[in-house]
């Protein structure tokens, strides 16, 4: 007994002895001389009109760390760097096995790691929304009952993920980036959530996006929403742009603010952001993974994926979501298991290439690569072919799942109920609410296309891009390669997954990623090749200021 005490004792003296950190502060800064330069960028919708969130305090965001933070000091964050920095989850996985980790250690460390980053002026890229207040407590619980969990070592048990502030969190806001959902504190999770929530994923906060998802302003900037400001590219604040809708789940990840995120796209808005920031990002078959619970904008072609640092992150977060869920009119069950032996290689594989991209020195590159290590290329000639009605279709599936989404997943204290009544309430205070104006929307509600003949629109759409794909099959092809988000509007109609994968930096230090496409349910082999071209060129980097 009286060792038990000694311990105690002990334990308690080590704790105290402990020197408690001095607070740290978001403050405001001056960003008018910022503004004025980055009116010289080259491209307009560059040229931003703020930088900083006008409605988020990130002091109150992360009010409930204080006291933890407060005895987690730049030394602990420095000894715990080598485990977790660029680690893809197996790695992290086997320092927990190891006793060098803990849930709760890895999870102290990227809460310090955001607040680190986001509360210096010079390197804040304006990724947070909100953080789950109750994600330390839960960590601890994790770690509890890790040994209860079988096969922890390729799980995202106990892992830190963020989610794009458009995918419903219970008891967190779901936002959309709008100010119109700011009070939109759901009851319930996503589906996604619940799968991920049910396999052990730490669930640590929301981030920044395009405010609805880059379906309300024209010529606006990626990455902006009236929740939460302005995102930022961390290889070129204000100089390379962060790619959209996804825009912070790619920034975040980029700059190792979780362990990975979740994105959503409609057409580009995870490749798009996952390009820009060197991550890997899937655009998964459309109905891999379940809507529910997400604020659409189309239930055509909406899906939610996984944003990562790696191949194998992406694999483990994608079949933590995935499962069928019945109120999802696209959801379907998955058969077998998808091919998942990542030491195959490229030798033999045949691979579609664009001749008009070969003009784009990282991607012929690149594809030189693929060849000599023992791909066959194979140069596409295109059909000229349009998606007549694209915009049609993205406006009156809007005009309707929008409602919808309103009425059966959003909090009580939400009172809008239509496209319209967002309109409303934007022209209120537009300099607050709408900066960029809300020119999509106003489009949405002046669309008088039927459902009728929205359904002519959606098979033309389909027949035109599998046309434009047709090589696939015809040429027996394994994959076409594009680059970022080239073809999304065109895989997006067909219903074709993307994987995009870092292949290279500009000579001004853009980040620019290879992408792959193949034909629906083909995820499993997406990663063969992901990562057999991963393993071979190995070309992500961190951004330089977040080391």
């Not at 503004?35 to 900083?52: G, N, P, T, Y």
Request: proline share 5%; glycine share 6%; aromatic share 8%.
């Amino acid at each position: 007994m009286k060792r038990i005490l000694f311990f105690i004792v002990s334990a308690s003296l080590l704790l105290s002895c402990k020197k408690k950190e001095a607070p740290v502060v978001f403050k405001k800064y001056d960003e008018t001389a910022l503004l004025k330069k980055q009116q010289e960028h080259e491209r307009s919708r560059m040229q931003f009109k703020l930088f900083q969130p006008k409605a988020l305090d990130m002091n109150t965001v992360f009010k409930p760390f204080e006291n933890d933070l407060a005895y987690f000091s730049e030394a602990d964050y420095d000894a715990l760097k080598p485990l977790i920095i660029e680690q893809n989850i197996p790695t992290l996985q086997k320092h927990v096995n190891d006793g060098k980790l803990t849930y709760e250690k890895l999870t102290l460390f990227y809460l310090y790691r955001i607040r680190k980053y986001e509360s210096d002026s010079t390197t804040s890229l304006n990724a947070i929304i909100a953080l789950n207040p109750n994600v330390l407590k839960q960590a601890r619980k994790r770690d509890k009952n890790r040994k209860d969990h079988s096969n922890t070592d390729i799980s995202i048990y106990g892992m830190p993920i963020l989610l794009k502030d458009n995918i419903n969190t219970a008891g967190m806001p779901t936002t959309a980036g709008a100010l119109a959902l700011r009070e939109n504190v759901t009851t319930d999770d996503a589906f996604i959530v619940k799968r991920l929530k049910e396999n052990g994923a730490l669930i640590l906060g929301k981030v920044n996006l395009s405010e609805w998802a880059y379906f309300f302003c024209s010529g606006c900037p990626l990455g902006y929403s009236a929740i939460g400001g302005q995102s930022l590219n961390p290889y070129g604040r204000g100089k390379f742009e962060t790619g959209g809708s996804s825009a912070s789940s790619g920034t975040a990840v980029a700059a190792n603010y979780a362990v990975a995120a979740i994105g959503t796209e409609t057409a580009g808005s995870i490749t798009s952001p996952s390009s820009q920031n060197s991550v890997v990002g899937l655009k998964p078959t459309i109905g891999l993974l379940s809507r529910t619970g997400i604020v659409p904008i189309s239930s055509t072609l909406d899906t939610p994926g996984p944003m990562t640092k790696s191949i194998i992150d992406n694999m483990i977060l994608l079949e933590a979501m995935v499962g069928y869920d019945a109120n999802d009119k696209k959801s379907y069950k998955v058969d077998g298991e998808p091919n998942t032996d990542f030491t195959e290689t490229i030798v033999g594989k045949r691979f579609g290439v664009f001749p008009s991209l070969l003009q784009d020195s990282v991607y012929k590159a690149n594809v030189e690569i693929i060849k000599k290590a023992g791909g066959d290329i194979v140069e596409l000639a295109p059909v000229q072919i349009g998606l007549p009605g694209f915009l049609t279709l993205l406006n009156i599936d809007m005009k309707h799942d929008l409602p919808e989404y309103l009425k059966n997943h959003t909090d009580k204290n939400v009172t809008i109920t239509s496209v319209e009544d967002v309109i409303n309430f934007n022209e209120k205070d537009s300099l607050l609410r709408a900066p960029y104006g809300q020119q999509l929307f106003e489009g949405i509600v002046a669309d008088t296309t039927t459902l009728e003949q929205l359904q002519t629109i959606k098979k033309t759409l389909m027949d035109n891009a599998r046309t434009y794909f047709k090589p696939l099959d015809s040429e027996n092809l394994d994959a076409i390669l594009s680059i970022n988000n080239y073809h999304a509007g065109y895989s997006a109609v067909a219903e074709y997954p993307n994987l995009t994968v870092p292949m290279g930096y500009k000579k001004s230090g853009e980040p620019i990623s290879l992408t792959f496409i193949v034909m629906p349910k083909k995820e499993g082999e997406l990663y063969v090749l992901g990562a057999a071209f991963e393993n071979l060129t190995k070309h992500r980097k961190l951004p330089g200021n977040y080391e």
